[in-house]
């Protein structure tokens, strides 16, 4: 949600498995499992896919949304799949300012050089990334901006913690002392802007309005919904979608 107006501005995309007896597999219980197996690369194209299938949908509506979708750094590392991946992605660069590539800060800054290069590519494509679990405010933001990130989500309550004097602040060009009201803009200045992730009551709400916080996320603003049952079969991959990307994962 934009802030104050609480606008949707973007929405996430969450892999989910089910079982056969319906019940949900959550991410915890199967990444382990599936980078065990080499298919983190196959998991990724799926969500990928319907993601590009719902940006095109809620385009027609309105151009403004964005979907954030998860990336695994395996995946950006892993030469059998990438290539197929950019690929499909040049095919889809029109959505480039629709569809935003997530990770996790921890892994954003434990990625290799062959992962440095790929994250390169696409972002010459247009697309751009989001870092979330954020523990504070010790970004390095040149470093941000050079790497086509543009959005940067922190923890709601962490980061009310930090915007207080002494606070954590980024590294950027700015020498003098950064007053809290002002951290936002800093993030601005290069390109990158803050979400509020995991708010979860409306007076946090409102401390953050006081700083400016351009965006916020949580279950204060909606819970997370599985998407209708018309529209995942619509964005099912086909079978020779399917069949493309388990010859590049073998």
């Known amino acids: 949600m934009n ?19 319906g019940k949900l597999i ?9 980078e065990h197996a080499n298919l983190l690369g196959v998991i990724d194209n799926m969500l990928l896919f319907r993601c590009v299938q719902i940006v095109r949908r809620l ?30 992605m040049k095919e ?9 590539f997530e990770m996790g ?3 954003f800054q434990r990625r290799s050089d062959l992962a440095m290069r790929n ?9 751009r990334f989001s870092l979330d679990k954020g523990d504070g405010l010790a970004f390095d933001l040149p470093e941000l901006h050079a790497a086509g990130v543009r959005f940067v989500k922190v923890n709601g309550d962490r980061l009310l913690e930090e915007l207080t004097p002494g606070g954590e602040r980024p590294l950027s060009s700015i020498t003098r002392d950064i007053s809290p009201e002002d951290v936002p803009a800093v993030f601005t200045r290069y390109g990158v802007d803050l979400i509020a992730e995991k708010v979860e009551s409306e007076k946090s709400v409102i401390e953050l309005l006081e700083f400016d916080i351009p965006f916020g996320q949580g279950h204060v603003f909606g819970a997370p919904r599985p998407i209708k049952g ?9 079978p020779e979608f399917i069949r493309r990307v388990g010859a590049a994962t073998m």
Do not use: H, W
């Open 3 to 21: 802030l104050p107006q609480r606008r949707v501005c973007f929405y996430e995309g969450f892999t989910r498995l089910r079982r056969a007896d």
């Open 26 to 34: 959550m991410p915890s219980e199967f990444l382990g499992a599936a």
């Open 59 to 88: 385009s027609e509506r309105d151009r403004r949304i964005g979907v954030f979708c998860n990336i695994a750094m395996a995946s950006l590392e892993d030469d059998n799949f990438f290539p197929s991946f950019l690929e499909f």
């Open 92 to 100: 889809n660069r029109d959505l480039a300012g629709s569809m935003i």
């Open 105 to 107: 800060v921890k892994t």
């Open 119 to 127: 994250m390169g590519r696409l972002r010459d494509l247009g697309f």
């Open 230 to 238: 018309s529209l995942l079969e619509e964005t099912a991959p086909p």
